[in-house]
């Protein structure tokens, strides 16, 4: 069974980068799939964030490229989101998932930007 797990702050300061993690079980994230983070806005839907593919490689959403970076430390079957200079609207429950189905999510952790 494929278990994912968020972890890291869950309040970030304005204009700092938010870094979070996801700890993966039950399978490599080296072997196949898409690793990917997902967000949802307090009141909105889901929104994609990107991924980091088994072979490394990472696509971004294009409003957010700019100011994201997912890596991995494949000792340690985990994958790191990165997301700089972060304002109240980066304010959202963030979730990892593996993908092209999204058939295995974490249980999602709430990140706050507040002075």
């Known amino acids: 069974q494929v278990q994912l797990q968020e972890s890291g702050p869950g309040l970030v300061k304005p204009s700092q980068t938010l870094s979070l993690t996801c700890t993966v079980s039950?399978?490599?994230?080296?072997?196949?799939?898409?690793w990917s983070w997902i967000r949802q806005p307090p009141g909105k839907g889901l929104e994609w964030i990107g991924y980091i593919a088994y072979s490394g490689a990472t696509y971004y959403s294009p409003s957010l490229k700019s100011r994201t970076s997912i890596s991995r430390d494949t000792s340690k079957n985990q994958f790191t989101l990165q997301l700089s200079s972060v304002t109240p609207e980066d304010i959202a429950v963030y979730y990892c998932?593996?993908?092209?189905?999204?058939?295995?999510w974490g249980q999602g952790t709430q990140v706050t930007v507040s002075s």
């Open positions: 998932a593996r993908a092209v189905n999204y058939d295995y």
């Open positions: 039950g399978g490599s994230i080296t072997t196949d799939y898409y």
